[in-house]
DNA sequence: CGGCATCCATTTTGATACTG
DNA sequence: CAGTATCAAAATGGATGCCG
């Protein structure tokens, strides 16, 4: 059963001859947050069937872009993470999505499904390098149920699913207040002022939290505009 | 004929939706390099066939992420080029195209295509800012019977098909030769001292183009490399 | 040449039922 | 849960044929 390629030698090419398939970039987003189990990942990707979900995960082991793990106890249950190569995809999709939060977000329509691992991605597609300079602290982040951390150390950003070791500080929102630090113009700052959002921990943490994501101009194409 | 969708609200997933389709990206790289009138395009993308173009560029064209124009004369010929929202798709590529320089490229298999211009888009992916400041210049390449030209300015890079107005110095080169500059680690030296390029021109830009790019270190995955 | 329409063989996918 | 097996629906590819 040969698989379908492009037979173009160009990096890009080569590239989505790897990863090109349906669900499979959406895949390793889920990953890059941290291992998830295969309920998990089918439980994000709505749409997806088990059989498929199984096929894209053998490939992607057989293409070296993640590995089948078992978590540590007491869970020992199996999970996938991705390696070296899978993680480095964290740059092209988040250049992906910094083209959608300028080009392609708008208001959340109806049927969308919405997790906050999303946003946390988000977050890091807005990251501010220079903002962070000389920052070192890591913030937990209570979504609803959902917990994330993220490491900020000097430029750098780094933010997986579970919580943090020892948070400088803790922010609780909203699932619903979350979305739109991220897909609307929201500030932490007004989240916190209507009650969306409650805040523990270093207030000089929280205070360079706020500087340090930096939202594209949204910029919707024509053809998402409604006919006049 | 409801086109299909992840349903998601996330940036990525909803950048996916508009690009996220077999040839689409491959398209959209195409005309990275400039206009293409829909034959050339279909001569750059062996196995897409006239009906899928088509539809393609139809979908590029009602999303605004390109489109139809009319060559000025004496051409007048119809082609396709980006809008900005689409212009602004070189950065996701560019990244994949990096990520594929590292993790995917190796030798040319012999089923492969090869067009110059994926090369000259490798050289924008190789392309180092920090070593350009200062630089001001414009080079044409001459690849086999086709020309591009790059415009250097100030740490930016802009690379199109078709003559320069005033080039600064004129690359000729072998296609042959010319894939190895991205796709292997040879160098512009190497290739004027084998014979396999020319120059000519202002030498101080010569000199200043050699160090513009850098290579990422290529490493296989585990998967490509030949079993023990 | 540019571009759409049609027909058809193959793949891919989506949804669900089923097994350890 | 994790993952296979199965089947129907959709997308693709390839070959033409047509029309300005």
Redesign the interface.
Known sequence: MEQRT?????????????V?E?WT??LI?ELLTGPKRFGDLQASL??LGTGLLAARLKHLE????AHKITLPPPARTPAYAL?E?GE??G???L???????????GE??E?????PG?AV??LR?CFDDAAAAGLRAVYEFRIDDEVFHARIDDGTIEALHGPAQHPDATITISQEAF?RL??QGLTLTEAIETGAASTSGDSEALHRLKGLFRLPPS?P????RPAS
């Open positions: 492009y037979n173009q030698y160009c990096a890009t090419a080569r590239t989505l001859d790897l090109g349906r970039l959406l987003r709505r749409g057989r293409e070296g872009l390696t190569a480095e995809l740059p092209p999709i250049e992906l999505a910094r083209w959608g939060l300028k080009w392609a977000m959340r329509r049927t969308e499904t919405f997790h999303w991605l988000g597609a979305l991220t897909g910029h194409r024509k053809a998402d």
